[in-house]
Every structure is written in C-alpha cells, then in structure tokens.
C-alpha cells in the first residue's frame, strides 16, 4: 500500500497483481486472507481493472474459509473482520491499516 500512498499506482498494481499470483498458487497458506484483502485494496485504490478480479478472488477465499468455520459466533467473527467486511462490501481501500 506504501507505493499507492506515495503516488506510485502503477507500480502499487503491479506489486498487487503479482502477490495475488503468487497467493493463488498456494494452496493452505494461513495469511491467504490478508494478502488477497491487500491486493484487493491496492488495485481498486490505484483504480485497477483488476480490482474486480481481485476482489472476486478474495471473495471465493472468503467463502472458502468461512464454509469451513463450523461454530456461528465464530464465523460472524470472521465475516466481521474490517478486512474481510470491506472486501464482501466492496469497499475498496476503506479498510486500510487493519489488522491481518
């Protein structure tokens, strides 16, 4: 996000779409939310055509973990988390500076 925040979108896009990518190709990692949250930010922060693709793809992962929370209280904790909120909300960037 620092790139964004200093003027760099285009270099912001970049960084984002590429650790999207790279997320994508691993299978189980425990901060797959947090990374797919962030590029989703970044992207549709920098005004990004592929903050859809982003986003879509966080949402699947979203869905994913949360399938597999089996308690509700803790489930609603999850789907409540500022990061997570925003991406179902397509909020875009409006969670920054979020806890993972």
């Keep these: 996000m620092s790139r964004l925040d200093v003027g ?9 779409t590429e650790a999207l990518r790279g997320v994508e190709t691993i299978e189980g990692s425990e901060f797959g939310t947090a990374i797919r949250a962030r590029c989703y ?9 592929l ?28 789907l409540n988390r500022p990061m997570v909120a925003n991406v179902l909300s397509g909020g875009g960037h409006g969670a920054r500076g979020t806890t993972a």
């Design 51 to 78: 903050a859809s693709y982003a986003r879509e793809r966080a949402i699947a992962h979203i869905d994913t973990v949360a399938g597999a929370i089996r308690d509700a209280r803790l489930k609603a904790l999850f």
């Design 8 to 16: 760099e979108p285009e270099i912001a896009v970049a960084l984002a």
């Design 41 to 49: 930010e970044a992207l549709a922060g920098a005004g990004s055509p």
